[in-house]
């Protein structure tokens, strides 16, 4: 069993900053691409950061220049730094985690936080 336990949500004005935190336990061989999705009231889920095990990331165009994702091997920890949040930016973020326990990958959600961001 592996859990993915986020953390790091809330309330922001726009223009504020927040960061979100997401980590791995259980059993755990190794983790290859860390991600952040967010699912706003009646839209779909939507890739926000992604980034590989070598630290390749991917951004969604509508956070590229003020998302920064990184992640932490040691800690199976990935991070979202948000900076100039936007109230468009509001949802609920999950953490994804494509977990190898051997022997193969399985791909985990978090629960979700919440980010609300006020104009």
């Known amino acids: 069993q592996v859990q993915l336990v986020e953390s790091g949500g809330g309330l922001v004005q726009a223009g504020g900053s927040l960061r979100l935190s997401c980590a791995a336990s259980?059993?755990?061989?190794?983790?290859?691409?860390m991600g952040w999705y967010r699912q706003a009231p009646g839209k779909q889920r939507e890739l926000v950061a992604a980034?590989?095990?070598?630290?390749?990331?991917n951004y969604a165009d509508s956070v590229k220049g003020r998302f920064t994702i990184s992640r932490d091997n040691a800690k199976n920890t990935v991070y979202l730094q948000m900076n100039s949040l936007k109230p468009e930016d509001t949802a609920v973020y999950y953490c994804?985690?494509?977990?190898?326990?051997?022997?193969?990958?399985?791909?985990?959600w978090g629960q979700g936080t919440q980010v609300t961001v006020s104009s």
């Open positions: 994804n985690a494509a977990v190898v326990t051997m022997p193969r990958e399985y791909d985990y």
């Open positions: 259980g059993s755990i061989f190794s983790i290859n691409a």
């Open positions: 980034i590989t095990s070598g630290g390749s990331t």
